[in-house]
């Protein structure tokens, strides 16, 4: 019997997706994050093939909206 439950991505983000940098940098409103080569095409393939994708970092509670705002700027929703 084929398993038609959609499939999940956990995914830590600096380091992984993004250039690791400084933990005082990153929260910086200044700070641009840096993408890996090939994460929005990773992101894109798992995204078209239906599977939910979980990210997680080990940033503060505190830097979770400037850490949105990053990641929507280089293009992840």
Known sequence: ?????????????????????SPLLTTSSNYKMELLPGTMEKLDEWDI???????????R?????ETERQL????II
Not at 72 to 75: F, H, I, N, T, Y
């Open 72 to 75: 929507a700027e280089v293009g």
């Open 61 to 65: 509670e505190s830097s979770r909206k």
């Open 49 to 59: 093939k239906g599977y939910n994708i979980i990210l997680l970092t080990g940033r």
């Open 1 to 21: 019997m084929k398993d038609t439950r959609p499939k999940t991505i956990i995914c830590d983000i600096d380091g992984t997706l993004v250039k690791h940098n």
